[in-house]
T-cell receptor, first 111, second 118 residues
Framework: GEDVEQSLFLSVREGDSSVINCTYT??????LYWYKQEPGAGLQLLTY?????DMKQDQRLTVLLNKKDKHLSLRIADTQTGDSAIYFCAERRAAGNKLTFGGGTRVLVKP | KAGVTQTPRYLIKTRGQQVTLSCSPI?????VSWYQQTPGQGLQFLFE???????NKGNFPGRFSGRQFSNSRSEMNVSTLELGDSALYLC?????????????????FGPGTRLTVL
């Protein structure tokens, strides 16, 4: 079935690391994505990982994928106030562009 | 290069009316997808177009329809509006359709059209 789940809220202090978690149910997912949404804005793609990878690092962002447990996480190092936003994980299956999104995690960065 | 543009940005309609939303993809992009975002249901896929053909459709009633023109611009239409149609409607464009396991195919999202149904 199509089900992507995330925790609702995360509060973190500026300079600390943030870890946002996501679980998905479809083992046929090919690509998994992390998007950021700021107030009044559309979705900005942060990073993605292909389903045959375990980890991907991109500057302050690290994505970990545990395919056995269908668990995806996004770690943001040295979190800044500008990182306050809603973060969505999304999965895409074999063909076509359809994305299935999680409910989003609201991240609040405190100075 | 200009990003994805959506018009109008804000719209207020009453129940029973119909509405048409427009999306202009990034130049050179041929695929357009539409999503509905609501606080209760989150982000849900509406439909996807490529080369003027609908390639995929989400689980929405027939009141929701769309089309794509030869210049890749897309419109979506909602007829007989209901209160529950109030949402942010997001459009995303990409170069083409992702194919199988080899295609990354980044989608770029527009800022959305906020529709309020009274």
């Amino acid at each position: 079935g199509e089900d992507v789940e995330q925790s609702l809220f995360l509060s973190v202090r500026e300079g600390d690391s943030s870890v946002i978690n996501c679980t998905y149910t479809d083992s046929s997912s090919t690509y998994l994505y992390w998007y950021k949404q700021e107030p009044g804005a559309g979705l900005q793609l942060l990073t993605y990982i292909f389903s045959n990878m375990d980890m991907k690092q991109d500057q302050r962002l690290t994505v970990l994928l545990n395919k056995k447990d269908k668990h995806l996480s996004l770690r943001i190092a040295d979190t800044q106030t500008g990182d306050s936003a809603i973060y969505f994980c999304a999965e895409r299956r074999a063909a076509g562009n359809k994305l299935t999104f999680g409910g989003g995690t609201r991240v609040l960065v405190k100075p | 290069k200009a990003g994805v543009t959506q018009t109008p940005r804000y719209l207020i309609k009453t129940r029973g009316q119909q509405v048409t939303l427009s999306c202009s993809p990034i130049s050179g992009h041929r695929s357009v997808s539409w999503y509905q975002q609501t606080p209760g249901q989150g982000l849900q896929f509406l439909f996807e177009y490529f080369s003027e053909t609908q390639r995929n459709k989400g689980n929405f009633p027939g009141r929701f329809s769309g089309r794509q023109f030869s210049n890749s611009r897309s419109e979506m239409n909602v007829s007989t509006l209901e209160l529950g149609d109030s949402a942010l409607y997001l459009c995303a464009s990409s170069l083409g359709l992702a194919g199988g396991f080899s295609s990354y195919n980044e989608q770029f999202f527009g800022p959305g059209t906020r529709l309020t149904v009274l």
